[in-house]
């Protein structure tokens, strides 16, 4: 079974921050750790040896920036699963080493440094090289991005667990949770917010108020799904395409092809209740009379 990779690998901070650690954990590594004896291969003080594996590290962040921005870009359209993200880096890891082993046999010139290490060597030390000190901040922010994912999906779990528990309880300002059809958390609103969901295909369209203006969100779910978990709350199934929250139904019209509600907030369009809720919606409607509501049947 093909395994996509995580998501949060290719969101855009992720590879930001991939790119930024890996540049300095580098220069810092390879000042203090001196990989493979290196700076004894051209006899250079301190200072030329930081100046020269700084260029090296910004010359390799350039590079795997453009190739964290080409990933960003390709995964919009093309999901990547583990194994081409582990060629991808192989790839990195090959350009990278390829750079530094020019740069390595073109200082020993420039130096007139006499070497045994020949190309062959050369690119193999920094190969092997570029491996060590790119896998390990790699391997480190995996783990870390790993462990925020876990807290983030946790969070959220939580969030859920409450907001439900109000919503329950029943509470004025509590917080609408809507998961798709999956049981994923994908929206939530303060209930006073809501003013009606509506069926469309194999999606229901959120309705509610933000800042003053009417919005909508989309979620795949069903309107059945959505009614078994509100049951307890104010928002009532009306027709088959439709549930209402009660905290906002103005009047109850009788017109010739039916009962209609009229909402309290401009510019929301009646709604038509179905033969089948119409003796449910009046009974809640008039049991929710604490508001100067009016019911007009006539």
Known sequence: MKKNLPKYLTEKDTLFKTIVFTAIFSLIFINLYLPFSSKSWYGVSDFTFLI???????????????SRVLMFYFVKKHPIILWQYALWITIEVLVIS???????????QILDVESERNLYEICKTSFLNTLL?????????WLYFSLQDKKNRLQKIEEMY???????KGEKNSIIAFRDEKGVLRFSVVSENLIYLESADNYVV???INKGVLSKFMIRNSLKRI???LANTKIKRCHRSYMVNFEHIKILRREKDGIHIEFNIPNVPQIHIS???TDEITEWFLSYSDRNNELIVS
């Open 162 to 168: 409450g907001a439900e528990k109000n919503v329950d």
């Open 52 to 66: 020269g594996t700084t260029v090296l590290v910004i010359t390799g962040a350039i590079v795997l920036g453009f």
């Open 275 to 277: 033969k089948t809720y």
């Open 227 to 229: 009614e078994e978990s």
């Open 98 to 108: 390829s750079i530094f082993s020019f740069y390595s046999w073109k200082a020993g």
């Open 206 to 208: 959120i309705v509610y």
């Open 133 to 141: 000190i790119m896998m390990l901040p790699y391997t480190v922010l």
